[in-house]
């Protein structure tokens, strides 16, 4: 069984549903990030989950336990906030021994916990220091050690590093995978930055409009995205519309008029009711040499953008626009005739 399920759950403010028969399972150990543009209802299900919110409909279990009912108080969960939300007049020491304190924990207690966390997080020697003292990856580190230091059941993530500066963030998401990894603790980060949440999860949820489109690894979803929204949404750009999907010798014909294509059988086909096919600018090949009619569209080059290591083409073809990026020391100029060639392998149908 997992360690935390969310069943039917249904969550409105003013009758307006932000989530509607919603289902989450998280396994013990995992960190699973909630990934999605604003008003997705990421951070309405990380609130969910702490007990900031309570659901309309639904069941939350955890443990085999129902917590639906349980108040924030009761639940044994560590949050880390976007804010940080130390407390400027308290020590590092005395801002990570609060939720202790709180518990009647006694002063040797506080002070071997205290101890222990600061080092886990590398802050031991700050213990006398005030949050105005400290960078802004300390404090977030001191906010993790809040988090930790009360030996919480699940550990719950509210973007943590968009306040902070682009190379920062990359050191502190580093921070926080090995922190997790190394207390073998559950987690739940809600995060809008799809590298950040690909870089440190084990599986990535990714939300539109209140429901779960994909719940996959990263790898997974970065390869084979099963949704148009998704696909658009880590980068996918290119798209054909089909009429006709058959199949023939383990692969997938796709015909659109007077075009046929073939795409090979992998996991990103493997949908029977997907006839749209996606494929990244870094996947398409542009040429000016004759090639095979399968695969294939002629097109002209609209727009050639440099972009140090290689050159960006928008191709205007019968079928639309295509956007290709592409290493090569002589770049085609705006005008020029050119043809597209679509991998069959690199093809990816969605719905």
Known sequence: ?????????????????????????????QLISLLGPSGCGKTTTLRLIAGFLEAKDGRFLFEGKDYTRVPVNKRNFGFVFQSYALFPHLSVYDNVAFGLRLRKASESEVKKRVTAILDVVSLGGFEKRFSKELSGGQRQRVAIARALVIEPDLLLFDEPLSNLDANLRI????????????LGITTVY???DQEE???????????????IEQLDAPATIFKYPKTEFIARFIGFTNFIAFGERTEQNGQIILRTGNHTFVAANHPGTANPSG??????????????EDAQDVNRLQGIVK?????????QYVVETELGDFTVNQEMETPYRSGQKVNLLFPKDKMVLVD
């Not at 727009?303 to 050159?311: A, C, E, K, N």
């Open 303 to 311: 727009v050639s953008t440099f972009l140090g290591r290689s050159y």
């Open 190 to 192: 809600v995060s809008h």
């Open 171 to 182: 050191n502190m998401r580093v921070e926080i995978r090995r922190i997790q990894q190394e």
């Open 1 to 29: 069984m997992a360690l935390l399920m969310l069943e039917n759950v249904s969550v409105a403010y003013d009758n307006q549903y932000i989530l509607q028969n919603f289902h989450l399972h998280i396994e013990r150990g």
């Open 275 to 288: 006839k749209k096919c996606a494929l990244r600018p870094d996947d398409l090949l542009v040429t000016t």
């Open 197 to 211: 949440c690909f870089s440190i999860s084990d599986q990535v949820a990714i939300m539109n409009k209140g429901v």
